[in-house]
T-cell receptor, first 111, second 113 residues
């Protein structure tokens, strides 16, 4: 069974701090996606990583896909209160019929 | 551009009642799916559809039915609600099955007493 494990489960930091959250699996994924979900809303796609070793930047957010395509990380530089939310990673199942999700990292950034 | 629209936003049911959660998308996506989100459990796939007239089960299909008569609509039916179905339900659509990014609705929060 493919699983995506995210860590840490919860993270509470002050504005201006840097942080990294992780998405790990024992399975190889053809791609991984990262979503952010705010309270009362559905998840919204941030980025898709496809190539092993790939690094993508979205303003202060840096996403990396592991060389073996079994893991990914999200690094936020100088976190702001607007970064608060649930961060989810997701990847296609082996049959290619659906996306499976990790349980997420809940980030709280206080000013 | 509305994207994915879910109704209702909130619902309270008594055990044994039935109801339909509505989902509509205006992006002409072939693929649509239903997930439930529970604390500590993440998003789990209930049912999905790759096109009008075609549906299949996901990870947690028991107690739920779906149909897909049009490209736009993908309703989720609870036949006889149980407290274990208390959850937040999300409908999502994408251009292509499996690998394409999902566009989510804003969810239906269901409580079964």
């Amino acid at each position: 069974t493919q699983l995506l494990e995210q860590s840490p489960q919860f993270l509470s930091i002050q504005e201006g701090e840097n942080l990294t959250v992780y998405c790990n699996s024992s399975s190889v994924f053809s791609s991984l996606q990262w979503y952010r979900q705010e309270p009362g809303e559905g998840p919204v796609l941030l980025v898709t990583v496809v190539t092993g070793g790939e690094v993508k930047k979205l303003k202060r957010l840096t996403f990396q896909f592991g060389d073996a395509r079994k893991d990914s990380s999200l690094h936020i530089t100088a976190a702001q209160p607007g970064d608060t939310g649930l961060y989810l990673c997701a990847g296609p199942n082996q049959a290619g019929t659906a996306l499976i999700f990790g349980k997420g990292t809940t980030l709280s950034v206080s000013s | 551009n509305a994207g994915v629209t879910q109704t209702p936003k909130f619902q309270v049911l008594k055990t044994g009642q039935s109801m339909t959660l509505q989902c509509a998308q205006d992006m002409n996506h072939e693929y649509m799916s239903w997930y439930r989100q529970d604390p500590g459990m993440g998003l789990r796939l209930i049912h999905y559809s790759v096109g009008a007239g075609i549906t299949d089960q996901g990870e947690v299909p028991n107690g739920y039915n779906v149909s897909r008569s049009t490209t736009e609509d993908f309703p989720l039916r609870l036949l006889s609600a149980a407290p274990s179905q208390t959850s937040v339900y999300f409908c999502a659509s994408s251009y292509r099955q499996g690998t394409s990014p999902l566009h989510f609705g804003n969810g239906t929060r269901l409580t079964v007493t």
